[in-house]
């Protein structure tokens, strides 16, 4: 076989095995119709928005509980004290949050607020006008020698006394209005629990416990419950003093002179009742009037319940016909003896006898007047007494430290 023959053969055998046939090819590769998913990426963005919505709704209501927090949060506690006992609590915004009476006087005063509910949510300005009002109206500071006591609870004491001045005047302009000439009193006050047991066992505000406290750091024999039920006039003034004696109240002086005025009907008769513990002889000013009759009025020793001044047209029969107005006489004309004068002096002081020391009792004679001194020490307080011989009448006391 030549070299041409073989590669014509070749030729052949390779075109046999990929034939060169274009249009058959084309021919069988028809149009194929399927069925085509379209794919579609997720969409994220409606989650996102819902958790954004989320968080937003955290946030808030993370600061509207904050902001309520801070709303409802009591910053200040603002008392004010005659004998009736009210208490504000008020935010940091000065808007008042509870008002309460503390005590049943100061339920009546509240009567006309819904016992003090009315007054919240009112600025403290607003609600101090109000009740120093409603206390006027009632008569509780209407004589020259009331008094009023504003207390400030705060843990921040820059705003407490910044309150405390502010309150001062606010309650002053009040009183201004109507004419009141009551002293106002003011104080700032750290509390603490032992303070606030006193003041909720006794039904007082944690300001006038404070000064309940100051008159016993004075004399630690007094008790604290009995002047709690004193003014906030009878505790200034028996501060002022030195608190020699536990006096005897304004009911008290009200029932001794009810007593003495026989021939009035003293269901009918209007009392009142005005402490003068700061005089010279410390006494209750008691008046007493009713239709048809004149006013009469009575000073009623402060720590012994004696009637110092009375009309003798009104007293008991058992009492002396003629009775001087500086000076009236006892109805006993054998006058007392030292053990007498002994007892007048420590009742006064609200001792007994087991309870002094240094007891000394000398009479003496001024201008043919029998009279009594009577001298004693309790605790760190010295008293001097000089009592009259004939009527068992303080002519003179004094109270002061022992050095």
Known sequence: MTEQELERRLKQALDAAAPNDLDKILSRCAPRTETVVPFHPKQRHHTRALIAAYLTLVLIGG?????????????SVVSLDVNPSIELKVNQKEKVLACTPLNQEAEAVLSDMGGGADLKGTKLEVAVNAVVGALVSRGYL????????????????????????????????????????????SQTVDASDRLEQQAMEHHISTGKA????????QND????????????EELNDLIQLGSPAMPIGIEQAAQIVREAAGAFDTNSVAIEVDPELDEDVPHYEVELSQSGHDER?????????EILIGDPAILPPSSPAEHEQSAPENSSSVGIGPEQARNIALTHAGVSESQVSGLQIQHD?????LEYEVEFCTGSMEYEYTIDGSTGKILKYDCEQDD
């Open 365 to 369: 004679q001024d201008d043919g007047h």
């Open 221 to 232: 024999n007094l008790s604290f419950d009995m002047l709690a039920q004193l003014t906030i």
């Open 63 to 75: 600061a509207g509980g904050v902001f309520y927090q801070r709303a409802n949060a009591v910053a």
């Open 142 to 185: 209407d004589s020259l020698s009331s008094a009023i006591m504003i207390s400030v609870e705060d843990q921040d004491q820059d705003r407490a006394f910044r309150l405390r001045q502010e309150l001062t005047g606010t309650v002053d302009a009040v009183l201004q209005s109507q004419s009141s000439g009551a002293a106002i009193l």
């Open 210 to 217: 404070n000064l309940v406290n100051q008159v016993i750091a």
């Open 297 to 305: 009025e009575y000073w009623v020793d402060a720590f012994t319940g």
